[in-house]
């Protein structure tokens, strides 16, 4: 009867993603243990990393045990950085120094549409360099690749809060720091390259934010939503639901300006997108190849049109551009004996992966290995979408690939996937 509760830490990207807190918490349950609270994870890929879960699983638990919420504090929370002008002009660092930690600098040696022109879905290859670099990969991997904000909407951003873009700084992290950050770089820099300002806020930068509010309305609206209170409910759920970033927040809450040295534990850092790596070493081995859609959706709202921060970025990237990237393992694993037959399903753009081991296959066989048979199933709406077309009609040729199409919107009954694997 002992009462419990497990809160888990981890990266989503892996496919043991929390297993040792999904344990506990069966196992616990399973020895006659009261589970207080269903099991909450902090997942590294949130828009504040772990701190994401935890403090929207926190209040939960409080709850639950019986105990008063912990009070707002009555004071905004002492800088954990030490920023300080160092002047104006050409920034201290380039712009392709600044590396997040982890990343590696890779060249764009291509980017291309892989259908029609003013077609209703932006779907591209995209091809990096990593000849002469320490980046490797295997088929089946990930390439992870950070964004960077775009300049017009940092200048913009910049002069809502009163800040000067070509300012240099010098900054110091502090006990409590949570964010990297070059020790010199520009104003600008910080808002384009390192702080994550058009995405998500969470609970606690409402938080914090309502210190700096010198209007009593703004302060009052903004610990409503700290509190939980039903005007703060619907406030949040508004925003929510216009997919409200930091900088909309800011801009609805004029009077409510924190300084920089502030805002860089406040906001979390940009964070890097994963996408599958549509090649494989054996047929590119100085190249990463990406196939990726443009995600963009509009505001009900307001009817702006919004594009994913990533695939945003990367669309508007031409060659000879670096860009930040890191290979991630991934949870395909291929049958070590090339005889043994795979069967693939993909939809859209993930058919990337697939293409990878294709090429892995057509490369063993060229060499004269035996290889298994490939079955490829692949599905998007029409034929116009069918990515990389002629190559895989060239692999069926050289007697290793079966391709099985379904284009649901071609023909009057819609036909899927499923429909080919059952056939």
């Given at each position: 009867?002992?009462?419990?509760?497990?809160?888990?830490?981890?990266?989503?990207?892996?496919s043991?993603?929390?297993?040792?807190?999904?344990?506990?918490?069966?196992?616990?349950?399973?020895?006659?243990?009261?589970?207080?609270?269903?099991?909450?994870?902090?997942?590294?890929?949130?828009?504040?990393?772990?701190?994401?879960?935890?403090?929207?699983?926190?209040?939960?638990?409080?709850?639950?045990?019986?105990?008063?919420?912990?009070?707002?504090?009555?004071?905004?929370?002492?800088?954990?950085?030490?920023?300080?002008?160092?002047?104006?002009?050409?920034?201290?660092?380039?712009?392709?120094?600044?590396?997040?930690?982890?990343?590696?600098?890779?060249?764009?040696?291509?980017?291309?549409?892989?259908?029609?022109?003013?077609?209703?879905r932006?779907?591209?290859?995209?091809e990096?360099?990593?000849?002469?670099?320490?980046?490797?990969?295997?088929?089946g991997?990930?390439?992870?690749?950070?964004?960077?904000?775009?300049?017009?909407?940092?200048?913009?951003?910049?002069?809502?809060?009163?800040?000067?873009?070509?300012?240099?700084l010098?900054?110091?992290?502090?006990?409590?720091?949570?964010?990297?950050?070059?020790?010199?770089?520009?104003?600008?820099?910080?808002f384009?390259?390192?702080?994550?300002?058009?995405?998500?806020?969470?609970?606690?930068?409402?938080?914090?934010?309502?210190?700096?509010?010198?209007?009593?309305?703004?302060?009052?609206?903004?610990?409503?939503?700290?509190?939980?209170?039903?005007?703060?409910?619907?406030?949040?759920?508004?925003?929510?639901?216009?997919?409200?970033?930091?900088?909309?927040?800011?801009?609805?809450?004029k009077?409510?300006?924190?300084?920089?040295?502030?805002?860089?534990?406040?906001?979390?850092?940009?964070?890097?997108?994963?996408?599958?790596?549509?090649?494989?070493?054996?047929?590119?081995?100085?190249k990463?190849?990406?196939?990726?859609?443009?995600?963009?959706?509009?505001?009900?709202?307001?009817?702006?049109?919004?594009?994913?921060?990533?695939?945003?970025?990367?669309?508007?990237?031409?060659?000879?551009?670096?860009?930040?990237?890191?290979?991630?393992?991934?949870?395909i694993?291929?049958?070590?004996?090339?005889?043994?037959?795979?069967?693939?399903?993909?939809?859209?753009?993930?058919?990337?992966?697939?293409?990878?081991?294709?090429?892995?296959?057509?490369?063993?066989?060229?060499?004269?290995?035996?290889?298994?048979?490939?079955?490829?199933?692949?599905?998007?709406?029409?034929?116009?979408?069918?990515?990389?077309?002629?190559?895989?009609?060239?692999?069926?040729?050289?007697?290793?690939?079966?391709?099985?199409?379904?284009?649901?919107?071609?023909?009057?009954?819609?036909?899927?996937?499923?429909?080919?694997?059952?056939?």
């Open positions: 009867g002992t009462k419990f509760a497990v809160f888990g830490l981890g990266d989503s990207t892996y043991q993603f929390c297993v040792a807190a999904i344990q506990f918490d069966t196992r616990l349950g399973e020895l006659g243990g009261q589970r207080m609270l269903k099991r909450g994870v902090g997942d590294d890929r949130d828009e504040d990393r772990y701190y994401t879960g935890w403090e929207a699983w926190l209040p939960e638990l409080w709850k639950v045990m019986g105990l008063p919420q912990m009070p707002l504090s009555q004071e905004a929370p002492a800088p954990c950085y030490r920023v300080d002008v160092s002047g104006t002009g050409k920034p201290p660092i380039s712009d392709d120094d600044i590396v997040p930690p982890g990343a590696a600098k890779l060249t764009l040696l291509h980017n291309s549409l892989l259908v029609p022109e003013k077609y209703d932006d779907i591209r290859h995209y990096f360099k990593i000849e002469g670099t320490p980046v490797s990969y295997k088929t991997d990930s390439l992870a690749v950070w964004p960077r904000n775009p300049l017009d909407k940092v200048e913009e951003f910049c002069k809502e809060m009163g800040f000067d873009a070509t300012q240099n010098r900054v110091l992290p502090m006990e409590g720091a949570r964010n990297w950050c070059p020790q010199e770089l520009s104003v600008r820099q910080v384009s390259h390192v702080l994550d300002i058009f995405g998500k806020p969470n609970r606690k930068f409402f938080e914090t934010l309502s210190f700096f509010a010198k209007d009593e309305a703004d302060k009052k609206a903004l610990q409503s939503i700290v509190e939980n209170s039903a005007e703060g409910q619907a406030l949040y759920r508004d925003l929510t639901q216009d997919f409200a970033h930091h900088a909309n927040v800011f801009k609805k809450f009077s409510a300006r924190p300084p920089i040295e502030q805002l860089l534990n406040m906001i979390p850092v940009l964070k890097p997108r994963s996408y599958s790596i549509a090649s494989s070493p054996l047929m590119h081995p100085d990463i190849q990406l196939c990726v859609v443009l995600v963009d959706w509009t505001v009900e709202s307001t009817q702006e049109l919004r594009l994913g921060e990533a695939t945003g970025y990367m669309r508007q990237q031409k060659p000879g551009t670096t860009m930040m990237c890191a290979v991630r393992q991934s949870a694993v291929l049958p070590k004996e090339a005889t043994k037959p795979v069967i693939m399903a993909g939809m859209g753009t993930g058919l990337a992966p697939w293409r990878a081991v294709t090429q892995e296959r057509i490369c063993q066989h060229r060499k004269g290995e035996k290889v298994g048979p490939c079955h490829l199933f692949f599905g998007a709406r029409y034929n116009a979408e069918y990515l990389y077309k002629d190559e895989f009609e060239g692999y069926v040729k050289e007697g290793v690939l079966t391709m099985h199409t379904a284009f649901s919107r071609e023909q009057a009954r819609k036909i899927y996937v499923q429909h080919r694997i059952v056939e």
